[in-house]
């Protein structure tokens, strides 16, 4: 069912003062960003061996994103795992009883399409699944 780490969501408040140590300090490669407007969210992405890393900045007010900096502060926000099939994957946390955020696949960025896992059903993280766009 799980295939890999897809990637380590971080939220910041700017990607633009955030990307130099990414990039300049640690080496990793820009695979590229982009505006998400259904998360509200503003992406980029780096290259981390077989996984990624994804700098998360809110777009606006009301963000998912700009919630979570107010609470928390800038840092991890998720883990996302990569499933074969992401259908298959959300009806088997549901009838195991796992509390789900998404219970429906949604479209993500890079035209992924995810779905949350509530962070009560896996001991205080946020897991994302996501499937790759077939």
């Known amino acids: 069912m799980i295939e890999k780490i897809d990637h380590i969501g971080i939220a910041v408040k700017s990607i633009s003062e955030a990307l130099p140590y990414y990039r300049d300090v640690l080496?990793?490669?820009?695979?590229?960003?982009?505006?998400?407007?259904?998360?509200?969210?503003?992406?980029?992405?780096?290259?981390?061996?077989?996984?990624?890393?994804?700098?998360?900045?809110?777009?606006?007010?009301?963000?998912?994103?700009?919630?979570?900096?107010?609470?928390?502060?800038?840092?991890?926000?998720?883990?996302?795992?990569?499933?074969?099939?992401i259908e298959v994957a959300l009806r088997e946390h549901k009838a195991r009883g796992s509390r789900l955020i998404d219970e429906i696949a949604r479209d993500g960025a890079h035209g992924m399409k995810i779905a949350f896992v509530h962070p009560k059903a896996t001991n205080g993280v946020l897991l994302e699944l996501c499937q790759l766009s077939h």
């Open 27 to 85: 080496g990793l490669e820009l695979l590229g960003d982009e505006i998400v407007p259904e998360q509200k969210v503003h992406v980029a992405f780096l290259k981390i061996g077989e996984s990624r890393i994804e700098l998360l900045e809110p777009t606006t007010e009301d963000s998912p994103i700009s919630k979570f900096l107010e609470r928390r502060g800038g840092g991890i926000h998720h883990i996302a795992v990569l499933v074969d099939d």
